[in-house]
């Protein structure tokens, strides 16, 4: 297949790339600091603070699937850049009629109130006790404004007409890749904690091809 990836360098990006590259994909990364890039991509600069579209539609032009692993370095200084960036690859992809995307967004995120989702579940189906009433409440007060972004970024994808699906891991790890993670469609996984973030990207490049998962948002964890 031909792949974009999105924030190529970053932490999930990188294994988006290797995982991508060894299993043969004819991979386009996109990425800021593109010196970082392995040599054996094509490699297109964007900073998406200030996208540069026709960049980014050469980018994904042609494409199967892009899947995005952009977020801020920073959630607590950075936040709305994923809006931001996700806003431009949207239009990338409409002006070139790319449809398929994958992207990032966190676990917690699916109580966050939108105009578009005005009134949210107060908890998340998959979540027991602990994640109800200590790790998401923690969780939204140390990081709510890049929760607020990511919110925005969903129903971005939601508004796009696009063949999207939403990754919604809790907290990443940089452990080994199991391929033992769990996943459900539009809830949380019950007592998932932590997820690798390799585990992360070999499920954004294995739903690429499933059909039920369009226009989904999916739990995942380890
Ligand atoms: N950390 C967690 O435990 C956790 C849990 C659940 C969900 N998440 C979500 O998962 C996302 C991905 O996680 P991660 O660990 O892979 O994040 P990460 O390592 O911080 O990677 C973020 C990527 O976004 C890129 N980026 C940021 N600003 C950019 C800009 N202006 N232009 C172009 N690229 C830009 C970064 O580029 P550079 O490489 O150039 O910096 C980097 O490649 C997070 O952002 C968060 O929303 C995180």
Do not use: C
């Not at 009433?133 to 970024?153: E, I, K, M, N, Q």
């Not at 890749?177 to 390799?198: D, H, S, W």
């Amino acid at each position: 297949m031909k792949l974009t990836v999105i924030a190529a360098t970053g932490g999930i990006g990188r294994h988006l790339v290797a995982q991508a590259v060894a299993a043969g994909h004819d991979v386009t990364a996109v990425a800021r600091r593109p010196q970082e890039l392995p040599a054996d991509v094509r490699a297109v600069a964007v900073d998406l603070t200030r996208p540069d579209q026709p960049a980014l539609a050469s980018a994904v032009r042609g494409a199967d699937a892009v899947l995005s692993a952009l977020g801020p370095r920073n959630p607590r200084t950075d936040a709305g850049i994923t809006s931001r960036g996700t806003r431009a690859i949207i239009s990338a992809m409409q002006e070139t009629h790319t449809q398929r995307i994958i992207i990032v967004s966190a676990a917690p995120v699916g109580t966050v109130p939108v105009p578009g989702q005005p009134r949210p579940p107060r908890h998340d189906p998959g979540d027991g006790f602990f994640m109800r009433y200590l790790g998401t409440p923690l969780t939204h007060a140390l990081f709510g404004r890049h929760y607020a972004d990511l919110a925005v970024t969903e129903q971005l994808l939601r508004d796009s007409g696009l063949e999207w699906t939403i990754s919604r891991p809790p907290k990443l790890t940089d452990r080994p890749a199991t391929g033992q993670y769990r996943t459900a469609l539009n809830r949380n996984i019950r007592g998932g904690i932590t997820v690798p973030r390799a585990d992360v990207a070999h499920h954004m490049i294995a739903v690429i091809n499933q059909p039920d998962t369009i226009r989904q948002t999916i739990g995942i964890a380890s």
